[in-house]
């Protein structure tokens, strides 16, 4: 088994395993191949598409260069045994790969621009396959599952030397895969690293092996003599069990109807977004449309109720905390399919968006230290899940977003608000 460095900063390792690998390396991965499997009525049916005039596609050449750069310093960095640099070079064409997605707005190009959105699609087929290329010296499982997920076999990987022209060939990011190749079945690559995952292998891989031989023989110790003890107890006679059951059902009597434990922010799944466009409402005076990426194939429509306090100019290509798992509602005739959170002053006269860090990827979940747990997939209505979490929300004096008092937290930082400090959040 594979031990961390005993001077590893766990938390280091918690923040750069969920920003870089899932929500870098991870996020693109799948975004790309997902969408290549949907079905042909919104993807391209498992079937990488042809790329004709890739090369006079000005953001697509942009990408071909700025990879080619890359892995040319990533061959002369692994020749050099730099590993850490050669894994950063990685990196960056992930984030490059991320940007390049976003900046196609791939989903808008399917309806308008087939050809266009087939260039994209293709290129970034081929940066998924040069990524596994790249990784194997590093992550060969994952290299392993990036193969099969294109369902392409190990053997064909990039031999990267720049005598057998690989390094042009990055160049070229579209011609990587053939045109018509089908696919294997996407999957996640990578799994979030909860506080509590952090705590209980810190815990268990801390100090020396002997250290660790000790606390597993005293569990075992304790484990055996509980077992004993419970082989000991005797089973209560039926008056104790009437006593204990009467006391129990009016224990449960004076409890009160909703258990904090079973309703917690964990539950709402909120995440990084950025809109992506803005529109007034066709229907409705006092109610934007959005375009919201939240790192999923495509953007959600979300309508909002911002009309009066936020100008449109400042609700365009900004970052937002978006809870993605309500029921979709329609309102005025367009189903919204989230909503973005914001903070309003006492009497309800200035309303703010809750802004995450700059830095902050598109599509990571916000989360709050100590209220772990899986979120809903759909809040369901009659629970008033939402309605219930929704009063602890606020912003402090600090002007930061927070649950109780724990603020609204992401890989990179805390989610903050401009000047509505002791507001409400909805």
Partial sequence: MEILPANKQARDLQVKLNSELLSNLGNFVNRVLSFIAKDPDSGYGSIIPDAEGAESHSLTKALGEKVRSCVQQYVEAMEKVKLKQGLKVTMSISSEGNGYLQASQFWKLYKEDRPSCSIVMRTACGLVYLLACLLEPFMPSFSREVLKQLNMPPETQFSLSDEGGDIENGKRPWDILPAGHKIGTPAPLFKELKDEEVEFYRNKFAGSQADRADRALKAETEAKEMAKQLKKAKISDGNKKKECATKSSETKSKAPASVEGDISISRLDIRVGLITKAQKHPDADSLYVEEIDVGEALPRTVVSGLVKYIPLEEMQNRKVCVLCNLKPVSMRGIKSQAMVLATSNSDHTKVELIEPPKD???????????????????????????????????????????????????????????????????
């Avoid at 809903?376 to 629970?383: E, S």
């Avoid at 990179?412 to 909805?426: H, N, Y």
């Fill in 360 to 426: 902050a990827v598109i599509g990571e979940r916000v989360t709050f230290p100590g209220f772990d747990g899986k979120p809903d997939d759909i809040l369901n209505p009659k629970k008033k899940v939402w309605e219930t979490v929704q009063v602890d929300l606020h912003t402090n004096k600090e002007l930061v977003a927070c649950y109780k008092d724990v603020p609204f937290t992401t890989s990179v930082g805390i989610c903050k608000v401009a000047s509505i400090s002791e507001g409400t959040i909805r």
